[in-house]
């Protein structure tokens, strides 16, 4: 079975730095491109951040890009993403989603890790 | 602004038909695969369809989808109270280089 467990959520300051983690099980990790992707409260969903299955190519939203860092541990079936210069506008629930054949489908969701950055 | 357009609310009644429509551009669902996600209130979104109109293994029939174009549709037929949940349309955007999604509609089920 598939699963995908997100930490490393907080609350911190405006400015601050927070590194998240994907534990990836079930499925050999490095067979398969990974996605960040979060949600504001009450809002709609928002694609963060892709990384192919060696690395070899990484993508990012325009909103987080030269603030927060993708990567992948494959030995450890684990992903991560270090966000820097946190901003209020980036609390949100984040979730690491499983890439599909086809670039842009998710078929398999963690359960998400909430970020609040608040003063 | 999102760089799919959904409508914010779709309803119906119980037994019903809805679609809900996704509207894009060439760069996105006119050159790429369309996915479609549930989500319930609290719960991480789950596929529903992928590759414009697969169902995963699970997903009940009366769930479809369809491409013309740059738009997409969410079909759903036989209309049940759990059906009630926001849906997302989501895609690759090749020019952007990046994942997109509609803004999501929010099913009700009168």
């Known amino acids: 079975e598939v699963q995908l467990v997100e930490s490393g959520g907080d609350l911190l300051q405006p400015g601050g730095s927070l590194r998240l983690s994907c534990a990836a099980s079930?499925?050999?990790?490095?067979?398969?491109?990974m996605n960040w992707v979060r949600q504001a409260p009450g809002k709609g969903l928002e694609w963060l951040s892709y990384?192919?299955?060696?690395?070899?190519?990484?993508y990012y939203a325009d909103s987080v890009k030269g603030r927060f860092t993708v990567s992948r541990d494959n030995a450890k079936n684990s992903l991560y993403l270090q966000m820097n210069s946190l901003r209020a506008e980036d609390t949100a629930v984040y979730y690491c989603a499983r890439g599909g054949i086809v670039a842009g489908t998710f078929p398999y969701w963690g359960q998400g890790t909430l970020v609040t950055v608040s003063s | 602004q999102s760089v799919l357009t959904q409508p914010p609310s779709v309803s119906a009644a119980p037994g019903q038909k809805v679609t809900i429509s996704c509207s894009g551009s060439s760069s996105n669902i006119g050159n790429n695969y369309v996915s479609w996600y549930q989500q319930f209130p609290g719960t991480a979104p789950k596929l529903l369809i992928y590759d414009n109109n697969k169902r995963p293994s699970g997903i009940p029939e009366r769930f479809s989808g369809s491409k013309s174009g740059t738009s997409a549709t969410l079909g759903i037929t036989g209309l049940q109270t759990g059906d009630e949940a926001d849906y997302y349309c989501g895609t690759w955007d090749s020019s952007l280089s990046a994942g997109v999604f509609g803004g999501g509609t929010k099913l009700t089920v009168l």
């Open positions: 990384i192919s299955g060696s690395s070899s190519s990484i």
């Open positions: 079930g499925f050999t990790l490095s067979g398969y491109s």
